[in-house]
């Protein structure tokens, strides 16, 4: 019987690992840039913090977590998201007397039991940011400037002119004082439409009913469209600090779409929200989203300190910009795989060079060259088919002659010319070969 991955669990190819590793490394470059810290938190949780984070009646704790009992009896859940996990961290660390304000990522896999869909697996990679500070219109209109920064840094660095493929859309949730006024008008609306809604929205009216604004049922949909609207029941003091940020985005030249419709899946968020969507994608298109959070650490046994964040979709930032087999994509992969060709593959001709061509191979590598070597006795045409199977930049050919006349043949295999190096030693050919495939 032939054992097959998980449903909704991927492997990394080594072509993934470029793309990724790529991507990773211009988030984590631009958040350094920002003075946020880097850290690492466990997978696994107790349960009990996702319920008190998450909220016990959202669609992600009801349906979607992997939970189970341990040996211990205790019950532990594969981490959902990153943010009920780092504010854990900050209480359990004892981290409100450090010197404010608290910035922090991490890069890792997320686990929910949904269905899977273009870009969207049971086991995802997510880049989360989040800031514990008291928080103004400025910060959180960085943190917004800063998720849409990330998101387009890859396209800024190689091409200009590039069509806009990243929609940002923003909403206030308003706070405690203004959104129950808007959840009675809300599940008003709802009852009398009830009939019409999906068997889950209809559980969600009397436990979460902002849930249904974001149901993806077509019908859920059309009674959505002619809800009330969460901006229409702002205190003043919400609407003006949302009109502020939308002044700062503007003022900062970062196009967006008011959408008083949006919500999050989560409980805990309060006044900011956003979502960045990427075209191509299909129904799952969101690739970042986030917003803020004033009440949850202190909900899990910490002490008062609002915070805000955002988490960037590793696997969707991936499509948007390299494309897959349905998608194009922003520019082509061929460039980041060429990261995984050879620079150079050695060519020995004779048994007695073969120790020797383990010590050019190491020597290469330590200048930082992706070196290969084949370690059998094969024809020069064999062992020339071999390199240009793995697409090797350069083929150094060895044999006895050369050897005797201190003297290597490296060849361009792109090209198809080749030179002549002389050398003294070992290291001398190593300093030589590299520098003329640097140059």
């Not at 269905?115 to 008291?134: A, N, T, Y």
């Not at 974001?214 to 600090?241: A, F, G, N």
């Not at 970042?288 to 300190?305: I, N, P, S, T, V």
């Not at 073969?354 to 070597?373: D, F, P």
């Amino acid at each position: 019987m032939k054992i097959q991955a998980v449903r909704g669990f991927k492997d990394w190819l080594p072509e993934d690992f470029v793309k990724y590793e790529y991507l990773i490394n211009i988030a984590r470059g631009i958040l350094k840039n920002y003075n946020y810290k880097e850290i690492k938190i466990p997978i696994l949780e107790k349960t009990d913090l996702f319920i008190r984070s998450i909220g016990e009646f959202t669609d992600i704790v009801q349906k979607e977590t992997y939970t189970f009992l341990d040996r211990n009896k205790e019950f532990l859940t594969l981490r959902p998201e990153a943010t009920a996990g780092i504010c854990r961290m900050v209480i359990e660390k004892g981290l409100f007397v450090s010197p404010k304000p608290l910035k922090f990522f991490t890069i890792g896999p997320m686990f929910r039991h949904e269905r899977p869909q273009k870009g969207r697996l049971r086991e995802f990679f997510q880049i989360d940011v989040e800031l514990f500070s008291e928080l103004n219109p400025y910060i959180e209109a960085e943190i917004v400037f800063l998720a849409m920064e990330i998101l387009k840094a890859p396209i800024c660095l190689f091409k200009e002119d590039l069509p806009e493929i990243y929609t940002l859309e923003l909403n206030s949730l308003g706070c405690p004082k203004c959104r129950p006024k808007y959840k009675e008008a809300l599940i008003k609306f709802l009852k009398e439409k009830k009939e019409i809604l999906c068997e889950t929205c209809k559980q969600r009216i009397a436990r979460n009913p902002l849930r249904v604004l974001d149901c993806k049922v077509e019908t859920c949909k059309e009674v959505v469209s002619k809800s009330p609207v969460i901006t229409e029941y702002l205190c003043e003091e919400c609407k003006t600090h949302f009109e502020n940020i939308k002044d700062i985005l503007k003022f900062m030249g970062v196009q967006y779409i008011e959408n008083p419709r949006l919500v999050r899946g989560l409980d805990y968020y309060v006044r900011t929200i956003f979502e960045i969507k990427a075209e191509g994608l299909g129904a799952q298109d969101t690739v970042a989203a986030g917003g803020r959070y004033d009440f949850l650490l202190k909900e899990l046994g910490g002490q008062h300190l609002p915070a805000i964040g955002f988490a960037i979709g590793l696997e969707r930032w991936a499509i948007s910009i390299f494309g897959d087999k349905e998608n194009k994509g922003i520019f082509s992969s061929e460039k980041f795989l060429e990261k995984l060709c050879p620079d150079v593959f050695i060519i020995l001709l004779g048994k007695e060079l073969l120790m020797n061509g383990l010590k050019l191979a190491t020597l290469l590598r330590k200048k930082g060259l992706r070196c290969e070597v084949t370690y059998e006795e094969k024809s020069l045409k064999a062992q020339l088919k071999n390199a240009d199977k793995l697409s090797a930049k350069y083929s150094l050919i060895l044999g006895e002659e050369e050897i005797k006349k201190r003297s290597a043949i490296l060849r361009d295999m792109r090209k198809g010319i080749q030179k002549d190096i002389n050398f003294e030693n070992w290291e001398d050919l190593s300093h030589k070969v590299y520098k003329e495939i640097k140059e």
